[in-house]
Structures are given as structure tokens and as C-alpha cells.
């Protein structure tokens, strides 16, 4: 078995013993130089919150153990493929590769279904399911003209 097989397994179980926990059934391993530096399971219902997903939880480990939110030269292994928020997650963390067993089609036989999300992304904001307002405000601006203008930011 090489090394890429031995870690999506390691997600997979990850995801076996997440729901076991009372976690639901996701697991996501990130690996740097062929060693895996994080893995976790999905905790949403342990923790009662729903950005809890297993990619989230590995990144948030990852990050913190290399001590950056730079995970570039990282990749991800993830039971199933991951959802719109993940899948965000991984683009703003620069992970190299996402490689994944289980489909998005085959979680929603399962019910989880996040299709909608992907076509609420795609849909204008004043159309979207959940009410959306843009609020045009005088100082909206504020924290953007400090960010450009400060000199000592970390750019990300």
C-alpha cells in the first residue's frame, strides 16, 4: 500500500470514529513532506458548531502546529469531498492537493446534501434563499483604508 493509500484510509477511519464519537461521518488528514501533522474528525454536534468539519478542524491543527496559516507544501486527504466551506477553507490555507474518497453525489445519497450552497454562490445576493442586504454605510470603507495604509500588515 503506498503512502497516498495509507492516508485517505487514515481519513476514512477518522471519519468512522467520528460518527462513533457522535460526530458526523467526514475525517480529513493534511500531510506536509509525507508526514501527517493533522487529522480530525467532524465535531458540528459535539460541539455545536457548525463550522466543525473535519477539513476546518485538521487546518485549524495544521495551522497551529506549524504556527502559520500558510499551508502551502501541504496536502489534504479527506473522506469525502468537501463542501463549499471546506472547499473555501483549503483555497484560503494554500494547501497544495485535496484528494478525496467518497463524492459529493454519494454524501447526498446519504443525506447531506450541499449543492444548494454551490448555487446559492452562483446566485445575486438580493435572490438568494437567505434574506441578503447590502447596506451601503458612510465608514463602510474604514477598516479597508487602514488596511492599505498600514505598513507592517502581514498580507494573506
Given at each position: 500500500?503506498g503512502?497516498?493509500?495509507?492516508?485517505?484510509?487514515?481519513?476514512?477511519q477518522?471519519?468512522?470514529?467520528?460518527?462513533?464519537?457522535g460526530?458526523?461521518?467526514?475525517?480529513?488528514?493534511?500531510?506536509?513532506?509525507?508526514?501527517?501533522?493533522a487529522?480530525?474528525g467532524?465535531t458540528?454536534?459535539m460541539?455545536?458548531?457548525?463550522?466543525?468539519h473535519?477539513?476546518?478542524?485538521?487546518?485549524?491543527?495544521?495551522a497551529?502546529?506549524?504556527?502559520?496559516?500558510?499551508l502551502?507544501?501541504c496536502?489534504?486527504f479527506?473522506?469525502?469531498?468537501?463542501?463549499?466551506?471546506?472547499?473555501?477553507?483549503?483555497?484560503?490555507?494554500?494547501?497544495?492537493k485535496?484528494?478525496f474518497?467518497?463524492t459529493?453525489?454519494?454524501?447526498?445519497?446519504?443525506?447531506f446534501d450541499y449543492s444548494?450552497i454551490?448555487?446559492?454562490c452562483?446566485?445575486?445576493?438580493?435572490m438568494r434563499?437567505?434574506?441578503?442586504?447590502?447596506?451601503?454605510?458612510?465608514?463602510?470603507?474604514?477598516?479597508?483604508k487602514?488596511w492599505k495604509?498600514?505598513?507592517?500588515?502581514?498580507?494573506?
Amino acid at each position: 500500500m503506498g503512502k497516498k493509500e495509507q492516508f485517505i484510509k487514515r481519513a476514512i477511519q477518522q471519519s468512522v470514529d467520528s460518527v462513533l464519537k457522535g460526530g458526523g461521518p467526514y475525517g480529513a488528514v493534511i500531510v506536509k513532506n509525507g508526514m501527517i501533522i493533522a487529522n480530525a474528525g467532524n465535531t458540528v454536534t459535539m460541539e455545536k458548531d457548525p463550522t466543525a468539519h473535519a477539513e476546518i478542524n485538521a487546518i485549524r491543527m495544521a495551522a497551529k502546529k506549524l504556527d502559520t496559516y500558510d499551508l502551502s507544501g501541504c496536502e489534504i486527504f479527506c473522506s469525502c469531498e468537501p463542501c463549499p466551506m471546506c472547499l473555501g477553507a483549503i483555497y484560503w490555507a494554500r494547501l497544495d492537493k485535496i484528494y478525496f474518497a467518497n463524492t459529493s453525489d454519494t454524501a447526498k445519497e446519504f443525506g447531506f446534501d450541499y449543492s444548494f450552497i454551490y448555487k446559492e454562490c452562483e446566485t445575486p445576493a438580493d435572490m438568494r434563499k437567505v434574506p441578503t442586504v447590502h447596506m451601503q454605510i458612510d465608514n463602510a470603507l474604514d477598516a479597508f483604508k487602514v488596511w492599505k495604509e498600514k505598513e507592517d500588515k502581514i498580507k494573506y
